[in-house]
């Protein structure tokens, strides 16, 4: 199972907005409605922000929205803030297997 | 609340098993509504799951094919925890390793991590 494909970098301005892919295939992504994303801070363990492709966890503010379209998910980020400065990481479940993207760092400018 | 405290040792020698227990508070390993994985990440290979058990009126478990031959989880109901073992490491096993807790086919609870180094 490949990684599924991010841009390395993403940057924005506070109360900017910015938005990262996510690309797999039909077998993961495209197949299933069961994307999510996570947000990571150094030295620290993933955080869940998105699940369900556009679903929020209780908590999260809904400056983070998701959304999908064949085989690519995207997180977007409205409303920059400079806790948001972050690694984030897409996830799709793909048949009795996770597989995850290979990372995007968002830098608050 | 939640919460997943793993343990282990920190330094593995190579061609041995690597082992850790994620402990579980505020819900059960037995939950029919939840699974219990086994995460880890390196600089080399980034976030990669390496499986998971999970009971749905029996135990199932499922192995990403990478580390398949090598790797065990196992749920234990006396303690309220899961395990992890995976055998012939060799330093390409280096990372930090996260248990988790899915639902909804999203990982909403992670433990603290573990980094363990495999060296002789």
């Known amino acids: 199972q490949s990684a599924l494909t991010q841009p390395p970098s993403a940057s924005g301005s506070p109360g900017q907005s910015v938005t990262i892919s996510c690309t797999g295939t039909s077998s993961d992504v495209g197949g299933y409605n069961y994307v999510s994303w996570y947000q990571q801070h150094p030295g620290k363990a993933p955080k869940l922000m998105i699940y369900?492709?556009?679903k929020r966890p209780s908590g999260v503010p809904d400056r983070f929205s998701g959304s999908k379209s064949g085989n690519t998910a995207s997180l977007t980020v409205s409303g920059l803030q400079a806790e948001d400065e972050a690694d984030y990481y897409c996830?799709?479940?793909?048949?009795?297997?996770?597989?995850f993207g290979t990372g995007t760092k968002v830098t608050v400018l | 609340q939640v919460q997943l405290q793993q343990s282990g040792p920190g330094l593995v020698k190579p061609s041995q098993t690597l082992s850790l227990t994620c402990a579980i508070s505020g819900d059960t390993v037995s939950s029919n509504s939840a699974g219990w994985h086994w995460i880890r990440q390196s600089p080399s290979r980034g976030l990669e799951w390496l499986g998971r058990t999970y009971y749905r009126s029996k135990w199932y478990n499922d192995y990403a094919v990478s580390v398949k031959s090598r790797i065990t989880i196992n749920p234990d109901t006396s303690k309220n925890q899961f395990s992890l073992q995976l055998n012939s490491v060799t330093p390409e096993d280096t990372a930090v390793y996260y248990c988790?807790?899915?639902?909804?086919?999203?990982?909403?609870?992670w433990g603290h991590g573990t980094m363990v180094t495999v060296s002789s």
């Open positions: 369900e492709v556009s």
């Open positions: 996830s799709s479940y793909a048949g009795n297997n996770y597989v």
């Open positions: 988790a807790r899915s639902g909804k086919y999203a990982f909403n609870i």
